[in-house]
């Protein structure tokens, strides 16, 4: 089992930045990747980045590309996600999710453990 847990959301103004956390616990020597997502009200689950822990190779999605940085820290078990040039139309909850099987990065059913999420508003 891996627990993962997210921090960092808040209220920021449009064009304004934040940095989310997820910190990760248990088994994670088996953690293949980890992975952001989000979601809006009335909108599915969309992919924002991930990032695979033994090489570091990060993806985005279209939509953050340019924006959203995704770094991870292997000592501490913890996978960042930097926001910049913040739209109102990021606002959302974002969940940090882990996977320990070797494969695609970009769907939610391809993780198997997930944090419980944490709000980003951003006004504008």
């Known amino acids: 089992q891996v627990q993962v847990v997210e921090s960092g959301g808040g209220l920021v103004q449009a064009g304004g930045s934040l940095r989310l956390s997820c910190a990760a616990s248990?088994?994670?020597?088996?953690?293949?990747?980890m992975g952001w997502f989000r979601q809006a009200p009335g909108k599915e689950r969309e992919f924002v980045a991930a990032?695979?822990?033994?090489?570091?190779?990060?993806y985005y999605g279209d939509s953050v590309k340019g924006r959203f940085t995704i770094s991870r820290d292997n000592a501490k078990n913890t996978v960042f996600l930097q926001m910049i040039s913040l739209e109102s139309e990021d606002t959302a909850v974002y969940y940090c999710?882990?996977?320990?099987?070797?494969?695609?990065?970009?769907?939610?059913?391809?993780?198997?453990?997930w944090g419980q999420g944490t709000q980003v508003t951003v006004s504008s």
């Open positions: 999710a882990a996977k320990i099987t070797v494969g695609g990065v970009r769907w939610p059913s391809e993780y198997q453990y």
């Open positions: 248990g088994r994670t020597f088996g953690t293949y990747a």
């Open positions: 990032i695979t822990w033994s090489t570091g190779t990060a």
